[in-house]
């Protein structure tokens, strides 16, 4: 773990979750028109079936995850580094924090909907175990979509 960050189990419903989830659909926006976008609403991130984590770094929150549970998957969203914090290995933490968090909820597979555009991304899933597939529900096929999952078992 990086020195000074601590993950955990947070509400988005704060100001500052708040600012850190409207910096990522910036950047997602950035890279991809509204129709390649599939953004989960922070009244949705804090679900009873949802699990969301945040990065704090020295105490301000520098990155989140989510994953939404629906046994026997789950679907991983919001997988965001502010810019001031990214280099510090922070993504792949946040993924295996949520992976285990996936575990504890004994779901057997994760999947997500990523776009071609953000290579960091991709790189990071790859390295993970990520595998791409197919196009998941509610998705459907997408020239802006790269679907990928990966076995919890």
């Known amino acids: 773990?990086?020195?000074g960050v601590v993950?955990?189990?947070e509400t988005p419903l704060q100001p500052d979750i708040q600012r850190l989830i409207a910096a990522s659909d910036d950047f997602s926006a950035s890279l991809y028109p509204a129709e390649g976008r599939h953004p989960v609403d922070v009244a949705r991130l804090a679900a009873p079936d949802v699990r969301f984590l945040v990065a704090?770094?020295?105490g301000v929150a520098v990155g989140c995850i989510a994953v939404l549970v629906a046994p026997?998957?789950?679907?991983?969203?919001?997988?965001?580094?502010?810019?001031?914090?990214?280099g510090l290995k922070l993504g792949a933490a946040l993924l295996a924090a949520i992976e285990a968090e996936a575990r504890r909820e004994r779901l057997s597979v994760l999947r997500l909907e990523t776009g071609p555009r953000n290579a960091s991304a991709l790189a990071l899933y790859t390295a993970g175990g990520y595998q791409p597939?197919?196009?998941?529900?509610?998705?459907?096929?997408s020239p802006h979509s790269i679907f990928m999952?990966?076995?919890l078992t």
């Open 133 to 141: 597939c197919g196009p998941f529900p509610p998705y459907g096929p």
């Open 7 to 9: 993950i955990g189990a």
């Open 56 to 58: 704090r770094r020295d």
């Open 149 to 151: 999952e990966k076995p």
């Open 72 to 86: 026997p998957a789950g679907e991983i969203k919001r997988l965001f580094v502010a810019s001031e914090a990214r």
């Open 1 to 3: 773990m990086v020195a």
